[in-house]
């Protein structure tokens, strides 16, 4: 066997092995972790804005995020996104505990994102600062919009793995092994939460797993910009379709509400899941629907980054 072809056969290791191992060791923490929410009363509790009739546990972000760090460090995720996403992981511990103001959150977040969005390598499409601020606007944004779709059982793990599977499929598209083992680390970790999340959900993620989620998902996509070329128009829309159903219904909410009078980080039920449930659609159906739409938008996604550069995937 060639050397060629050795490496070509590693890569596939290790583009198998990384979901596959993140997955296994969040299934597996999970019964572990319930049984400590239930220890320590982290739960979230029935209540007008929320559709669950009974007490939830939380922990399961740390365990996604966990599974994501670990497999993460050793397929060669950048240290950067691990520190970060673990540093967002303890923000939202410390709100699922105490909760914290929206403002206190945002203001904790945005020198993660400022860090991310120097980091990160995305063609130039306005002026320098500019377009750090540009980046950093959009992590944040893809922070908060994860951790708002999270309000029906199974949405956001779904939506995360459509999202992490597109962009590695985008990755290996481009020879770049690295950002799709990073990605499939977290849809890994994600799929062994769904077990458990799905309706009836028997653990949550938490603003623990959704900020962190959210910030990992919201460079992944800067990440599959990067063969966009000089094409604005590619380095725009790849993104916001991969992040189509959280970016939609978070701007719904915010205009829906700036338009009744309500303040914006208010919680309630006027979110894009809870409008189809009330509709008359199970959770179930209004997950596959969510699903089905942000799959919709990740393989367009896909579609638009071939256009600009198309290879052959090996």
């Known amino acids: 066997m060639s050397r060629a072809d050795l490496r070509k056969l590693k890569l596939i290791q290790t583009l198998l092995l990384a979901p596959m191992v993140a997955l296994v060791l969040a299934a597996g923490a999970i019964p572990f972790v319930r049984r400590l929410a239930w220890r320590l009363d982290w739960g ?14 939380l922990l399961g972000g740390v365990v996604v995020v966990g599974a994501f760090a670990g497999v993460g460090w050793f397929v060669g995720a950048p240290p950067w996104l691990i520190a970060g996403a673990l540093a967002l992981c303890a923000i939202g511990l410390i709100d699922d505990v105490v909760s914290l103001t929206a403002r206190t959150k945002i203001l904790c977040e945005v020198p993660f994102t400022i860090i991310a969005a120097g980091r990160v390598d995305v063609p130039p499409f306005l002026p320098w600062g500019l377009q750090d601020l540009a980046l950093a606007f959009w992590i944040l944004t893809a922070t908060n919009a994860f951790n708002l779709i999270d309000g029906l059982d199974g949405l956001a793990a779904g939506l995360g793995i459509i999202v992490t599977i597109a962009v590695a499929v985008i990755a290996i598209a481009h020879h770049n092994p690295a950002v799709a083992s990073t990605a499939l680390s977290l849809g890994g970790a994600l799929g062994g939460f769904l077990i458990y999340n799905f309706n009836p959900a028997a653990i949550y993620l938490g603003d623990a797993g959704s900020l962190a989620g959210g910030f ?14 000089e094409s604005r ?76 550069k198309p290879t052959i995937v090996w």
């Open 44 to 57: 979230a509790k029935p209540a007008n804005d929320r559709l669950h009739m009974a007490a939830v546990p």
């Open 216 to 229: 990992i998902l919201g460079v992944l996509c800067l990440d599959a910009v990067r063969y966009a070329g």
């Open 233 to 308: 128009l590619a380095i725009l829309a790849i993104p916001a379709l991969l992040m189509a159903v959280p970016i939609i219904d978070t701007s719904i909410v915010m205009v829906t509400r700036l338009a009744t009078g309500h303040g914006i980080s208010e919680r309630g039920l006027d979110h894009c899941h809870h409008r189809l449930y009330n509709l008359g659609l199970s959770q179930k159906s209004v997950a596959y629907t969510l699903w089905g739409l942000g799959a919709l938008g990740a393989v367009w996604a896909v579609f638009i980054s071939l256009l600009w």
